[in-house]
């Protein structure tokens, strides 16, 4: 009986763009420029799970395989599991004139090459196989067709011996590899642009894939792959949605108890308003439930959180160390969108993260230097609440006062809850207000109320009947109350 059993390349997260590794049995392509990670991808793939006792073969067309084992032990690879078959040309190749005519010919025995390739395979029956490169045979074949029919001839000759094989290509302008796409049963492309390196499936027979591309490092350790998140996948919530509250009556009273958990929650204002102060209250009354938080910085430094926190009685540094709370700097330009939403992942999958607040979402616009942040911050939001995480981000409006904005990124549709913070001018005094815009799953209050932030926390204060003009930043008295102190 055929084995339908996927095999895993090693990576962990390719294995999960490919729905669980690649049917056996089959021939796949990995292709792409000099540099950008073939050969290291097909050591993963010969070296994952020998425990299982399958034999392995590298079979070398192009480098040597002293310099192809030289570079794969710097990666901790264990070379010396795998069989090695070396055709790559050497001195002897130009003074002899020896060809590639590789199953083309009814005299295969009259080629060493040949035969070597015929009694290697033979003798081990290697269930993995990877090639690198098969792009070599084309500058030894008088023409395309003969290079399309020792290639089909090659890879026909191991699958017979059943093998599944991952072979290599470099293509380019001038060389192109349409032909061997097209023989493949799976295509793997591996690039870099502007944003770094990135990895896409594009072809995988008979089987159903992650579309990318998706970021891609390559390390001390090989390869890592960060799979493009989905919106809507990897759903599980079934939990009711409880109350999440502020602590602080008067806020918890504007949102009709609090914030739902699983929602996203958007808290708008200028610089220096409070916004994050107000997401940490969040996250302090859940520290008191227990619930594990984490906070992204891309703009603050953890250390001047920690201080700044400690100063209006909100103990983040004594919640980090009972391990309620994580704070993760991300500094700029060091992750991709999808480097970074493999982070959340594992906070949420892996350690158990309730909450995720994001400090900023302009700060993360200019980390990663993201084009389409709209895109990539609503599919990560779509996943949070797929898993039933509550979401907090923080959201800068350029405008100290004047005309009302919620967002100047376009995002406030992503919100279930949107909680604004405005500067006020009072009798030429700089004082500071907060709102409930939005909240989708409960009535809310309408009116707006003054705050401030002390040495002892958040102190709100009740509603501000009396002013007309707040949004506009320059409220002013009505009438019948404007003798009012």
Not at 168 to 182: I, N, R, V
Not at 411 to 420: P, Q
Request: glycine letters at 10%.
């Amino acid at each position: 009986m055929p084995n339908n059993k996927r095999l895993l390349t090693g990576i962990e997260g390719l294995d999960e763009v490919l729905d669980g590794g690649v049917p056996p049995g089959q021939a796949y392509l990995a292709r792409g420029g000099p540099g950008c990670g073939k050969t290291t991808l097909g050591w993963h793939f010969l070296t994952h799970n020998l425990k299982d006792g399958a034999p392995r073969l590298f079979i070398t067309l192009g480098e040597s395989m002293a310099q192809l084992k030289r570079n794969a032990v710097v990666s901790g690879f264990p070379v010396e599991a795998v069989e090695v078959l070396d055709l790559s040309p050497n001195a002897d190749f130009f003074v002899q004139n020896q060809g590639y005519d590789i199953f083309a010919s009814a005299q295969v025995e009259q080629d060493p090459l040949t035969e070597r390739i015929v009694e290697q395979v033979s003798a081990i029956r290697p269930q993995r196989v990877f090639i690198d490169s098969m792009t070599q045979l084309r500058y030894l074949a008088a023409d395309t067709y003969q290079f399309r029919r020792r290639v089909v001839g090659f890879l026909r000759f191991l699958l017979h011996q059943g093998a599944t094989v991952l072979f290599t290509s470099e293509s380019s302008q001038e060389a192109p590899d349409e032909d061997l796409q097209f023989i493949s049963d799976g295509i793997i492309t591996l690039g870099m642009h502007r944003e770094g390196r990135h990895i896409e499936v594009s072809k995988l027979r008979g089987s159903k894939f992650r579309k990318g591309p998706h970021a891609m490092r390559i390390g001390d350790r090989g390869l890592v792959v960060y799979p493009h998140l989905v919106a809507g996948e990897n759903n599980v919530a079934t939990a009711p949605t409880r109350l999440c509250p502020a602590g602080i009556p008067e806020i918890d009273e504007m949102l009709n108890g609090g914030i739902e958990t699983g929602t996203v929650t958007i808290i708008s204002g200028p610089s220096g308003v409070g916004k994050t102060t107000v997401g940490l209250q969040f996250i302090k009354e859940a520290a008191g439930r227990g619930d594990r938080s984490v906070v992204y910085l891309f703009e603050e430094a953890v250390d001047t959180l920690l201080n700044r926190c400690e100063g209006i009685n909100i103990p983040v540094r004594a919640m980090v160390e009972r391990g309620t709370l994580s704070v993760i700097k991300i500094d700029p330009l060091v992750y991709s969108p999808d480097e970074f939403s493999h982070h959340v992942r594992l906070e949420v999958e892996k350690a158990g993260a309730q909450i995720i607040m994001i400090d900023s979402v302009l700060g993360y616009k200019l980390s990663f230097q993201e084009d389409d942040l709209i895109r990539n911050v609503h599919t990560l939001c779509q996943y949070l609440k797929g898993r039933g995480i509550t979401t907090i981000l923080t959201n800068e409006i350029a405008s100290i006062t004047g005309d009302f904005k919620v967002t100047e990124l376009g995002v406030s549709y992503l919100a279930d809850n949107i909680i604004f913070l405005r500067y006020l001018e009072i009798r030429g005094q700089m004082r500071r207000a907060i709102g409930v815009l939005k909240k989708r799953l409960s009535d809310f209050e309408k009116t707006l109320r003054e705050f401030e932030i002390s040495r002892y926390g958040i102190k709100v204060g009740r509603p501000l009947t009396q002013l007309r003009g707040i949004l506009s930043g320059v409220p002013e008295f009505i009438k019948s109350h404007k003798n009012e102190r």
